[in-house]
Protein backbone atom coordinates (compact mmCIF):
# COMPACT_ATOMS: atom_id res chain seq x y z
CA UNK A 1 0.00 0.00 0.00
CA UNK A 2 3.32 2.50 -0.27
CA UNK A 3 2.68 5.58 -2.00
CA UNK A 4 -1.67 5.01 -1.81
CA UNK A 5 -2.17 6.08 2.16
CA UNK A 6 -3.78 9.22 2.24
CA UNK A 7 -2.13 13.29 2.94
CA UNK A 8 -0.98 13.80 5.92
CA UNK A 9 -1.92 10.66 7.67
CA UNK A 10 -5.75 11.70 7.70
CA UNK A 11 -8.89 10.14 5.61
CA UNK A 12 -9.04 11.61 2.66
CA UNK A 13 -12.34 11.87 0.88
CA UNK A 14 -14.05 12.83 -2.06
CA UNK A 15 -17.78 14.14 -2.68
CA UNK A 16 -18.87 10.33 -3.02
CA UNK A 17 -16.60 8.74 -0.03
CA UNK A 18 -18.09 11.80 1.89
CA UNK A 19 -21.51 10.91 1.06
CA UNK A 20 -21.17 7.45 1.53
CA UNK A 21 -20.61 7.55 5.01
CA UNK A 22 -23.06 10.28 5.85
CA UNK A 23 -25.41 8.78 4.33
CA UNK A 24 -24.95 5.60 7.01
CA UNK A 25 -24.56 7.94 9.48
CA UNK A 26 -28.33 9.21 8.90
CA UNK A 27 -29.84 5.85 8.78
CA UNK A 28 -28.35 4.89 11.87
CA UNK A 29 -28.99 7.97 14.21
CA UNK A 30 -31.86 9.53 11.72
CA UNK A 31 -31.71 12.61 9.71
CA UNK A 32 -32.67 14.92 12.57
CA UNK A 33 -30.69 12.94 15.10
CA UNK A 34 -27.68 13.65 13.12
CA UNK A 35 -25.54 17.05 13.71
CA UNK A 36 -22.36 17.85 11.84
CA UNK A 37 -20.02 17.38 14.96
CA UNK A 38 -21.59 13.51 14.44
CA UNK A 39 -20.64 13.30 11.09
CA UNK A 40 -17.38 15.31 12.00
CA UNK A 41 -16.26 12.43 14.41
CA UNK A 42 -17.15 9.79 12.25
CA UNK A 43 -15.36 10.89 9.66
CA UNK A 44 -12.32 11.67 11.25
CA UNK A 45 -11.99 14.86 9.93
CA UNK A 46 -12.90 18.68 10.44
CA UNK A 47 -16.13 20.33 10.11
CA UNK A 48 -14.12 22.71 8.00
CA UNK A 49 -13.11 19.99 5.64
CA UNK A 50 -16.74 18.69 5.33
CA UNK A 51 -17.53 22.02 4.05
CA UNK A 52 -15.02 22.02 1.94
CA UNK A 53 -17.39 19.62 -0.49
CA UNK A 54 -20.79 20.69 0.74
CA UNK A 55 -22.84 23.78 1.96
CA UNK A 56 -23.85 21.23 5.39
CA UNK A 57 -26.11 18.65 6.42
CA UNK A 58 -28.88 20.02 4.14
CA UNK A 59 -27.21 19.13 0.75
CA UNK A 60 -25.52 16.38 2.12
CA UNK A 61 -29.41 14.55 2.43
CA UNK A 62 -30.12 16.43 -0.90
CA UNK A 63 -27.41 14.10 -2.79
CA UNK A 64 -28.04 11.20 -1.31
CA UNK A 65 -31.92 11.16 -2.11
CA UNK A 66 -31.21 12.43 -4.89
CA UNK A 67 -28.76 9.64 -6.14
CA UNK A 68 -31.88 7.04 -5.28
CA UNK A 69 -34.33 8.94 -6.88
CA UNK A 70 -32.19 9.54 -10.21
CA UNK A 71 -30.99 5.78 -10.50
CA UNK A 72 -34.76 5.47 -10.10
CA UNK A 73 -35.78 7.68 -12.46
CA UNK A 74 -33.54 6.33 -14.90
CA UNK A 75 -35.03 2.76 -15.13
CA UNK A 76 -38.19 4.60 -15.71
CA UNK A 77 -36.05 5.91 -19.63
CA UNK A 78 -34.90 2.61 -20.40
CA UNK A 79 -36.12 1.05 -23.64
CA UNK A 80 -37.53 -1.40 -21.99
CA UNK A 81 -39.36 0.96 -19.99
CA UNK A 82 -40.50 2.80 -22.51
CA UNK A 83 -41.35 0.19 -25.66
CA UNK A 84 -43.91 -2.59 -25.94
CA UNK A 85 -47.07 -3.61 -23.94
CA UNK A 86 -47.20 -2.02 -20.80
CA UNK A 87 -47.50 -4.59 -18.54
CA UNK A 88 -44.01 -6.15 -19.98
CA UNK A 89 -42.82 -2.07 -18.78
CA UNK A 90 -44.34 -2.52 -15.65
CA UNK A 91 -42.43 -5.84 -15.04
CA UNK A 92 -39.21 -4.04 -16.66
CA UNK A 93 -39.73 -1.48 -14.02
CA UNK A 94 -40.36 -3.75 -11.14
CA UNK A 95 -37.35 -6.12 -11.47
CA UNK A 96 -35.07 -2.80 -12.36
CA UNK A 97 -36.57 -0.95 -9.09
CA UNK A 98 -35.02 -4.41 -7.30
CA UNK A 99 -31.74 -4.08 -8.67
CA UNK A 100 -31.58 -0.15 -7.98
CA UNK A 101 -33.02 -1.19 -4.53
CA UNK A 102 -29.85 -3.22 -4.30
CA UNK A 103 -27.19 -1.42 -5.45
CA UNK A 104 -28.05 1.33 -3.65
CA UNK A 105 -29.31 0.40 -0.77
CA UNK A 106 -28.49 2.66 2.08
CA UNK A 107 -29.47 5.70 -0.59
CA UNK A 108 -32.91 4.34 -0.88
CA UNK A 109 -32.58 3.12 2.53
CA UNK A 110 -32.91 6.88 3.63
CA UNK A 111 -34.95 8.25 0.82
CA UNK A 112 -37.64 5.79 1.88
CA UNK A 113 -37.24 7.53 5.50
CA UNK A 114 -37.63 10.64 4.55
CA UNK A 115 -40.82 12.56 6.32
CA UNK A 116 -40.86 15.92 4.50
CA UNK A 117 -40.17 18.47 7.69
CA UNK A 118 -36.98 20.31 4.77
CA UNK A 119 -37.64 21.83 1.64
CA UNK A 120 -35.36 18.44 0.67
CA UNK A 121 -37.50 16.31 1.84
CA UNK A 122 -40.53 17.65 0.49
CA UNK A 123 -38.55 18.11 -3.12
CA UNK A 124 -37.86 14.10 -2.25
CA UNK A 125 -41.17 13.20 -1.66
CA UNK A 126 -42.66 15.36 -4.46
CA UNK A 127 -40.57 13.10 -6.79
CA UNK A 128 -41.63 9.95 -4.73
CA UNK A 129 -45.15 10.65 -5.98
CA UNK A 130 -44.55 11.29 -9.65
CA UNK A 131 -42.62 8.17 -9.97
CA UNK A 132 -45.98 6.06 -7.95
CA UNK A 133 -47.90 8.54 -10.62
CA UNK A 134 -45.78 6.85 -13.91
CA UNK A 135 -46.46 3.26 -12.24
CA UNK A 136 -49.72 4.05 -11.44
CA UNK A 137 -50.27 4.65 -15.33
CA UNK A 138 -48.25 1.71 -16.09
CA UNK A 139 -50.75 -0.43 -14.78
CA UNK A 140 -53.77 1.39 -15.80
CA UNK A 141 -52.46 0.90 -19.17
CA UNK A 142 -52.03 -2.66 -18.84
CA UNK A 143 -55.47 -2.93 -17.64
CA UNK A 144 -56.88 -1.32 -20.89
CA UNK A 145 -54.35 -3.18 -22.87
CA UNK A 146 -56.34 -6.36 -20.92
CA UNK A 147 -52.99 -7.91 -19.24
CA UNK A 148 -53.77 -6.90 -15.92
CA UNK A 149 -56.58 -7.59 -13.94
CA UNK A 150 -59.00 -5.20 -14.04
CA UNK A 151 -60.94 -6.11 -10.34
CA UNK A 152 -57.75 -3.97 -8.48
CA UNK A 153 -57.46 -0.02 -8.44
CA UNK A 154 -54.20 1.14 -10.43
CA UNK A 155 -53.23 3.60 -7.95
CA UNK A 156 -53.26 0.53 -4.79
CA UNK A 157 -51.70 -1.74 -7.17
CA UNK A 158 -49.01 0.69 -7.13
CA UNK A 159 -48.24 0.90 -3.68
CA UNK A 160 -48.31 -2.49 -2.94
CA UNK A 161 -46.32 -3.67 -5.13
CA UNK A 162 -43.60 -1.13 -4.81
CA UNK A 163 -44.56 -1.77 -1.04
CA UNK A 164 -43.26 -5.05 -1.72
CA UNK A 165 -40.62 -3.90 -3.27
CA UNK A 166 -38.97 -1.23 -1.07
CA UNK A 167 -39.52 -4.30 1.61
CA UNK A 168 -36.28 -4.79 0.72
CA UNK A 169 -34.62 -2.11 2.66
CA UNK A 170 -35.85 -3.58 5.20
CA UNK A 171 -34.52 -7.12 5.34
CA UNK A 172 -32.17 -7.71 2.21
CA UNK A 173 -28.30 -8.34 3.29
CA UNK A 174 -25.89 -8.40 0.23
CA UNK A 175 -23.56 -10.95 2.31
CA UNK A 176 -26.54 -13.36 2.49
CA UNK A 177 -25.96 -14.80 -0.64
CA UNK A 178 -29.29 -13.50 -2.86
CA UNK A 179 -27.99 -11.63 -6.04
CA UNK A 180 -30.33 -8.82 -7.15
CA UNK A 181 -31.20 -10.80 -9.80
CA UNK A 182 -32.46 -13.79 -8.32
CA UNK A 183 -34.52 -11.19 -5.95
CA UNK A 184 -35.92 -9.52 -8.75
CA UNK A 185 -36.93 -13.04 -10.74
CA UNK A 186 -38.49 -14.10 -7.55
CA UNK A 187 -40.52 -10.81 -6.61
CA UNK A 188 -41.80 -10.67 -10.70
CA UNK A 189 -42.89 -14.31 -10.48
CA UNK A 190 -45.04 -13.37 -7.23
CA UNK A 191 -46.10 -9.93 -8.44
CA UNK A 192 -46.88 -10.87 -11.86
CA UNK A 193 -47.98 -14.58 -11.87
CA UNK A 194 -48.91 -15.25 -8.00
CA UNK A 195 -48.33 -17.32 -5.29
CA UNK A 196 -50.85 -20.03 -6.35
CA UNK A 197 -49.54 -22.49 -8.22
CA UNK A 198 -52.59 -22.99 -11.49
CA UNK B 1 -71.26 17.57 28.33
CA UNK B 2 -71.95 18.70 31.92
CA UNK B 3 -70.98 16.18 34.39
CA UNK B 4 -68.60 14.37 31.78
CA UNK B 5 -65.59 17.13 32.47
CA UNK B 6 -62.38 15.54 33.54
CA UNK B 7 -61.37 16.11 37.50
CA UNK B 8 -59.81 18.94 38.33
CA UNK B 9 -59.92 20.17 34.69
CA UNK B 10 -56.98 18.83 33.82
CA UNK B 11 -57.44 15.82 30.81
CA UNK B 12 -57.90 12.13 32.44
CA UNK B 13 -55.81 9.42 31.17
CA UNK B 14 -55.96 5.53 31.97
CA UNK B 15 -53.68 3.24 30.72
CA UNK B 16 -54.96 2.76 27.19
CA UNK B 17 -55.53 6.62 26.58
CA UNK B 18 -51.66 7.43 27.92
CA UNK B 19 -50.80 4.65 25.38
CA UNK B 20 -52.65 5.96 22.79
CA UNK B 21 -50.58 9.36 23.02
CA UNK B 22 -47.67 8.10 23.89
CA UNK B 23 -47.59 6.34 20.70
CA UNK B 24 -48.54 9.17 18.62
CA UNK B 25 -45.15 10.77 20.06
CA UNK B 26 -42.83 8.00 19.73
CA UNK B 27 -43.57 7.57 15.70
CA UNK B 28 -43.78 11.58 15.43
CA UNK B 29 -40.13 11.83 17.43
CA UNK B 30 -38.50 8.21 17.24
CA UNK B 31 -38.57 6.30 20.57
CA UNK B 32 -34.85 7.16 21.24
CA UNK B 33 -35.87 11.01 20.38
CA UNK B 34 -38.69 11.20 22.57
CA UNK B 35 -37.97 12.11 26.90
CA UNK B 36 -40.55 11.40 28.98
CA UNK B 37 -40.55 15.79 29.40
CA UNK B 38 -42.24 15.30 26.04
CA UNK B 39 -44.15 13.00 26.61
CA UNK B 40 -45.78 15.05 29.59
CA UNK B 41 -45.91 18.16 27.49
CA UNK B 42 -48.38 16.06 25.12
CA UNK B 43 -49.99 14.44 27.58
CA UNK B 44 -50.57 17.94 29.86
CA UNK B 45 -49.66 15.65 32.97
CA UNK B 46 -47.18 15.68 35.24
CA UNK B 47 -44.30 12.85 34.81
CA UNK B 48 -45.04 11.40 38.45
CA UNK B 49 -48.45 11.02 37.06
CA UNK B 50 -47.09 9.23 34.11
CA UNK B 51 -45.43 6.69 36.57
CA UNK B 52 -48.60 6.44 37.98
CA UNK B 53 -49.49 4.46 35.13
CA UNK B 54 -46.38 3.07 33.87
CA UNK B 55 -42.40 2.25 35.50
CA UNK B 56 -41.20 4.40 32.47
CA UNK B 57 -40.65 4.91 28.86
CA UNK B 58 -39.19 1.70 28.41
CA UNK B 59 -42.57 0.16 29.68
CA UNK B 60 -44.72 2.40 27.44
CA UNK B 61 -42.50 1.25 24.27
CA UNK B 62 -43.17 -2.68 25.38
CA UNK B 63 -46.90 -2.02 26.25
CA UNK B 64 -47.10 0.09 22.59
CA UNK B 65 -45.36 -3.04 20.34
CA UNK B 66 -46.85 -5.82 22.51
CA UNK B 67 -50.21 -4.58 21.64
CA UNK B 68 -49.60 -4.84 17.97
CA UNK B 69 -47.62 -8.41 18.22
CA UNK B 70 -50.36 -10.02 20.57
CA UNK B 71 -53.01 -8.57 17.80
CA UNK B 72 -50.65 -10.26 15.30
CA UNK B 73 -50.19 -13.51 17.27
CA UNK B 74 -53.87 -13.93 17.79
CA UNK B 75 -54.42 -14.12 14.24
CA UNK B 76 -52.48 -17.52 13.78
CA UNK B 77 -54.94 -18.87 16.19
CA UNK B 78 -57.88 -18.20 14.78
CA UNK B 79 -59.78 -21.55 13.56
CA UNK B 80 -59.17 -20.45 9.45
CA UNK B 81 -55.61 -20.59 10.32
CA UNK B 82 -54.88 -23.53 11.57
CA UNK B 83 -57.18 -25.91 9.81
CA UNK B 84 -57.17 -26.60 6.38
CA UNK B 85 -54.88 -26.42 3.14
CA UNK B 86 -52.04 -24.51 3.99
CA UNK B 87 -52.25 -21.97 1.32
CA UNK B 88 -56.19 -21.31 2.46
CA UNK B 89 -54.68 -20.68 6.09
CA UNK B 90 -51.91 -18.30 4.41
CA UNK B 91 -54.15 -16.58 2.54
CA UNK B 92 -56.25 -15.92 5.99
CA UNK B 93 -53.45 -15.14 7.79
CA UNK B 94 -52.24 -12.06 5.33
CA UNK B 95 -56.19 -10.93 4.79
CA UNK B 96 -56.38 -10.78 9.29
CA UNK B 97 -52.71 -8.74 9.19
CA UNK B 98 -53.89 -6.50 6.78
CA UNK B 99 -57.23 -6.05 8.54
CA UNK B 100 -54.99 -5.70 12.38
CA UNK B 101 -52.90 -3.51 10.09
CA UNK B 102 -55.62 -0.96 10.13
CA UNK B 103 -57.03 -1.81 13.54
CA UNK B 104 -53.85 -0.83 15.41
CA UNK B 105 -51.98 1.52 12.80
CA UNK B 106 -49.73 3.49 14.96
CA UNK B 107 -49.27 0.53 17.54
CA UNK B 108 -47.83 -1.52 14.32
CA UNK B 109 -46.14 1.31 13.01
CA UNK B 110 -43.89 1.51 16.09
CA UNK B 111 -43.54 -2.49 16.07
CA UNK B 112 -42.00 -2.11 12.43
CA UNK B 113 -39.32 0.71 13.11
CA UNK B 114 -38.03 -1.03 16.42
CA UNK B 115 -34.71 -1.72 15.62
CA UNK B 116 -33.45 -3.26 18.79
CA UNK B 117 -31.17 -1.00 21.06
CA UNK B 118 -32.91 -2.34 24.31
CA UNK B 119 -34.41 -5.42 25.90
CA UNK B 120 -37.96 -4.49 24.75
CA UNK B 121 -36.79 -3.38 21.65
CA UNK B 122 -34.32 -7.33 21.17
CA UNK B 123 -37.68 -8.93 22.36
CA UNK B 124 -40.14 -7.56 19.89
CA UNK B 125 -37.49 -8.27 17.10
CA UNK B 126 -37.76 -12.02 18.20
CA UNK B 127 -41.34 -12.11 18.48
CA UNK B 128 -41.58 -10.40 14.89
CA UNK B 129 -38.99 -13.50 14.17
CA UNK B 130 -41.00 -16.01 15.13
CA UNK B 131 -44.21 -14.61 13.21
CA UNK B 132 -42.24 -14.81 10.05
CA UNK B 133 -41.19 -18.46 10.56
CA UNK B 134 -44.69 -19.40 11.04
CA UNK B 135 -45.64 -17.74 7.84
CA UNK B 136 -42.36 -19.38 5.77
CA UNK B 137 -43.98 -23.00 7.29
CA UNK B 138 -47.64 -22.29 6.10
CA UNK B 139 -45.83 -21.40 2.50
CA UNK B 140 -43.50 -24.47 2.97
CA UNK B 141 -46.34 -26.42 3.58
CA UNK B 142 -48.55 -24.75 0.80
CA UNK B 143 -45.73 -25.25 -1.71
CA UNK B 144 -45.80 -29.69 -0.37
CA UNK B 145 -49.06 -29.77 -0.52
CA UNK B 146 -49.10 -28.56 -4.28
CA UNK B 147 -50.93 -25.25 -4.05
CA UNK B 148 -48.37 -22.76 -3.66
CA UNK B 149 -45.93 -22.36 -6.91
CA UNK B 150 -42.61 -24.28 -6.06
CA UNK B 151 -39.80 -21.88 -8.02
CA UNK B 152 -40.14 -19.52 -4.94
CA UNK B 153 -38.14 -19.74 -1.99
CA UNK B 154 -40.59 -20.13 1.50
CA UNK B 155 -38.99 -17.65 3.67
CA UNK B 156 -38.07 -15.19 0.56
CA UNK B 157 -42.00 -15.31 -0.17
CA UNK B 158 -42.85 -14.77 3.09
CA UNK B 159 -40.88 -11.89 3.37
CA UNK B 160 -42.13 -9.63 0.18
CA UNK B 161 -46.05 -11.15 0.94
CA UNK B 162 -45.58 -9.23 4.19
CA UNK B 163 -43.46 -6.76 2.75
CA UNK B 164 -46.77 -5.94 0.79
CA UNK B 165 -48.44 -5.77 4.01
CA UNK B 166 -46.31 -4.11 6.11
CA UNK B 167 -45.95 -1.04 3.63
CA UNK B 168 -49.27 -0.05 4.28
CA UNK B 169 -48.36 1.73 7.81
CA UNK B 170 -46.35 4.26 5.25
CA UNK B 171 -49.46 5.06 2.99
CA UNK B 172 -52.61 4.14 4.42
CA UNK B 173 -54.68 7.02 5.37
CA UNK B 174 -57.76 5.49 7.38
CA UNK B 175 -59.87 8.66 6.55
CA UNK B 176 -59.43 8.34 2.60
CA UNK B 177 -62.00 5.71 2.25
CA UNK B 178 -60.56 2.39 1.42
CA UNK B 179 -61.68 -0.07 3.95
CA UNK B 180 -59.53 -2.83 5.70
CA UNK B 181 -62.09 -5.09 4.12
CA UNK B 182 -61.62 -4.16 0.65
CA UNK B 183 -57.83 -3.42 0.99
CA UNK B 184 -56.98 -7.01 2.18
CA UNK B 185 -59.14 -8.00 -0.81
CA UNK B 186 -57.25 -6.23 -3.09
CA UNK B 187 -53.88 -7.32 -1.34
CA UNK B 188 -55.00 -11.26 -1.45
CA UNK B 189 -56.01 -11.05 -5.30
CA UNK B 190 -52.08 -9.76 -6.18
CA UNK B 191 -50.61 -11.73 -3.71
CA UNK B 192 -52.30 -15.28 -4.55
CA UNK B 193 -53.77 -14.46 -8.22
CA UNK B 194 -50.67 -12.50 -9.53
CA UNK B 195 -51.24 -8.63 -11.56
CA UNK B 196 -51.46 -10.71 -14.85
CA UNK B 197 -55.47 -11.41 -16.33
CA UNK B 198 -55.43 -15.52 -17.05
Known sequence: MVGTAPRRGRPGYDLDSLLAVAVQVFNERGYDGTSMEDLSARLGISKSAIYHHVSGKEEL???????????????????????????????????????VLVAELPFVTLLLRVRGNTG??????????????????????????GDIRRDVDPALTARLLFGMVNSL??????????????????????????????
Open 61 to 99: LRRSVDRALDALFAVLDEPDATEGRAIERLEHVVRRSCE
Open 120 to 145: VERAALARRREFDSIVTDLVRQGEEE
Open 169 to 198: TEWYRPDKGLSAHDLAESMAKIAFGGLRNV
